[in-house]
């Protein structure tokens, strides 16, 4: 997987300056879209957009120093509509308008090509297993939230203080397949995963029932789940888990992401910051 995503870095330098096609960047990488967006994210820690818009933003600058074309034939060659588009995404990366760069020859920032590689660390082993699961429901309540990488949801944490204890009472009677209990559900995540993109986020259950008064459903169709558990302080081992699931399950595995919910199931330690998870991830097999 990491010769292909390196294929599909040069793929990208050969056409900075041309209409960049994300379908053909996924043909490169012998993978879909959507995974392709989602192993770029994790591995590179940027989108794969924002990787592109600052690869050509680099390669931008150093013609604007350069000197040899004026700034719109170079805005045009890195597909800006018009001078003034151009100058706006030159400052936001740069700090500094291409003609002021161009007249005092100040220093710019440089986005520096990726390239992947596999560290072998060795030093503790990832407990998982896949299942195929029929259709069934996420019955609970749901709220639009930004995401978080690192640290604390305060979205997430002030939404979940305002649920009725009551009706999370009548919701755990309602569970009859795993994940068992109340559970936090992630879906419609933006593709890039860029931090504050939005998503739907739900607290209840996992069951084949209808959803009661007051709740909303989430139907999720049959498919291949990918679950994986661990254990650590909350919630720092459960985005520690995510991310090693895609730099490092991911890439030694003959799995792919797919489209669906993220269902996440925690059993906190009374008195302690410590967790118990089990994060459910949709999946399929890549193609041979």
């Known amino acids: 997987m990491l010769e292909r995503l390196n294929q599909t870095l040069e793929h990208i330098e050969h056409r900075l300056d041309r209409s960049i096609d994300v379908v053909e960047l996924a ?16 591995l590179a820690g940027m989108p794969l957009s924002e990787y592109i818009r600052r690869r050509r933003l680099t390669v931008a600058g ?9 700034l719109l034939e170079i805005a045009v060659r890195y597909g800006y509509g018009s001078g003034e588009a151009f100058a706006r995404a030159f400052r936001a990366m740069h700090g500094i308008g291409p003609g002021e760069a161009r007249r005092t020859g100040s220093a710019l ?61 009548r919701l755990e009677r309602l569970p009859d397949q795993e994940p068992r209990g109340i559970v936090s559900v992630c879906d419609d995540l933006d593709p890039s995963r860029a931090e504050g993109t939005e998503l739907d986020y739900y607290q209840g259950v996992v069951t084949s029932a209808s959803a009661p008064e007051g709740t909303t459903a989430l139907a999720v169709p049959a498919g291949t789940w990918a679950v994986f558990t661990t254990s650590g302080p909350a919630p720092e081992a459960i985005q520690e ?48």
């Open 241 to 288: 888990l995510w991310r090693d699931v895609f730099t490092q399950w991911f890439p030694s595995n003959p799995y792919r992401s797919r489209p669906g919910p993220e269902i996440l199931r925690t059993l906190m330690s009374p008195g302690t910051t410590e967790a118990e998870a089990e994060l459910w991830l949709p999946v399929e097999r890549e193609q041979a």
């Open 109 to 169: 920032v440089s986005q520096p090509r990726l390239a992947f590689r596999l560290t072998v660390e060795g030093s503790s082993s990832m407990r998982y297993r896949v299942v195929d699961r029929p259709d069934f429901n996420v019955v609970g309540l749901k709220a639009r939230v930004p995401l978080v990488h690192r640290g604390p949801n305060q979205a997430i944490m002030d939404f979940a203080r305002g649920i009725d204890q009551r009706l999370l009472g």
């Open 27 to 42: 043909r490169v990488a012998a993978t879909t879209e959507y995974h392709l967006r989602r192993m770029f994210s994790a």
């Open 62 to 70: 150093a013609e604007v120093l350069g000197g040899r074309e004026s």
